[in-house]
Nanobody, 121 residues
Framework: VQLQASGGGLVQAGGSLRLSCAAS????????MAWFRQAPGKEREFVAV????????NYADPVKGRFTISRDNAKNTVYLQMNSLKPEDTAVYYC???????????????WGQGTLVTVSS
């Protein structure tokens, strides 16, 4: 399985970015997909997860109402639309795949390489 994350960059506070993660190697729609992030000097933290079929989602409290996770199983891709970005959203964002719908990193089998999001104040 390979996961390729993209879409990070530098944006001003209040701006938007959309991250993408393209997957290959096994039946994409059979697995939950999640986004995690890791800021400098901090542990990796859960951001959002979406079920294999796309009908169920869950978000970390700091991003609720600002971020939206979605997926296109025909394109084997998961997205993270990030709006109203804040400086504290600055981190490397990772996509990950799991047979379980969960928010803990240990349940995820495969990880993308990460894409850096920097939000300036």
């Amino acid at each position: 399985v390979q996961l390729q994350a993209s879409g990070g960059g530098l944006v001003q506070a209040g701006g938007s970015l959309r991250l993408s993660c393209a997957a290959s190697g096994r039946t994409f729609g059979a697995y939950a997909m999640a986004w995690f992030r890791q800021a400098p000097g901090k542990e990796r933290e859960f951001v959002a997860v979406i079920s294999g079929g796309g009908g169920v989602t869950n978000y970390a409290d700091p991003v609720k109402g600002r971020f939206t996770i979605s997926r296109d199983n025909a394109k084997n891709t998961v997205y993270l639309q990030m709006n109203s970005l804040k400086p504290e959203d600055t981190a490397v964002y990772y996509c990950a795949e799991s047979p379980r719908f969960a928010s803990t990193p240990l349940t995820y089998d495969y990880w993308g390489q990460g894409t850096l999001v920097t939000v300036s104040s």
